[in-house]
């Protein structure tokens, strides 16, 4: 007889995989997301991204005295069609 396992006990041990946009897990996204991890995981320009945000698509979130930009995990999964839980 062979010594295999039933393929029942391999699901046991097993993790729900986590998912991923691009190659990227979006369960451990930061709730503020930069210009270049929105960039990175929507496969567009940092300029793409800037624009977006200008005409309304993609809004930012402008931070201290620079105004540098961070953008919502929620926002930027709403674009991929991802259902945030």
Known sequence: MD???????NLVNQKAPAKKVNGISI??????LTVAEVADLLRVSKLTIKR???RGKLPAIR????????????AV??????QTE
């Open 52 to 54: 977006w945000g200008k």
């Open 27 to 32: 369960d451990n996204l930061p709730d503020l």
């Open 77 to 82: 999964l709403w674009l991929l069609g991802i």
């Open 3 to 9: 010594n295999q396992t039933a393929p029942q006990d």
């Open 63 to 74: 931070i201290n005295a620079r105004g540098d930009r961070r953008y919502r995990k929620e």
